[in-house]
């Protein structure tokens, strides 16, 4: 069995959000690198291999769905979750069509998040 761990980017402008998912994904065994901003993210330098992201879409600044679109240009097919407080119909198509795994709205129950990531293998 290995003993390596998947290493899941959390982006959300909501620190409370972060932490409490950060806290959850760390307790379910998994490496995290948190950030409060797409722009925040963009600009980390020596980031290892990520196994998935999980971005807020209603985020300051370049939102989550322009973040995934700016990834998948770049040529990165890593899986994403989304989430947001702000469910609508055409925001949830928005999300759809940039491609996800799961879409979630917040607040979601711990186990449709761990459910997502268990999708990513």
């Known amino acids: 069995m290995s003993t390596q761990r998947k290493l899941v980017v ?17 307790a379910k065994g998994f490496d995290t690198a948190v950030f409060a901003s797409a722009e925040e993210f963009l600009d980390c330098a020596g980031r290892r291999d990520v196994a998935c992201f999980i971005l807020d879409i209603h985020l300051g600044g370049m939102s989550g769905i322009e973040l995934r679109r700016h990834l998948a240009a770049s040529g990165c097919t890593v899986p994403v979750i989304f989430m947001t407080a702000f469910d609508d119909e055409p925001t949830r198509q928005a999300a759809l069509a940039a491609g996800c795994i799961a879409y979630l709205h917040k607040p979601f129950p711990a186990h449709l998040l761990i459910s997502a990531l268990d999708q990513t293998g």
């Open 10 to 26: 959390v982006v959300d402008d909501d620190p409370s959000m972060l932490k409490g998912v950060q806290r959850l994904l760390t």
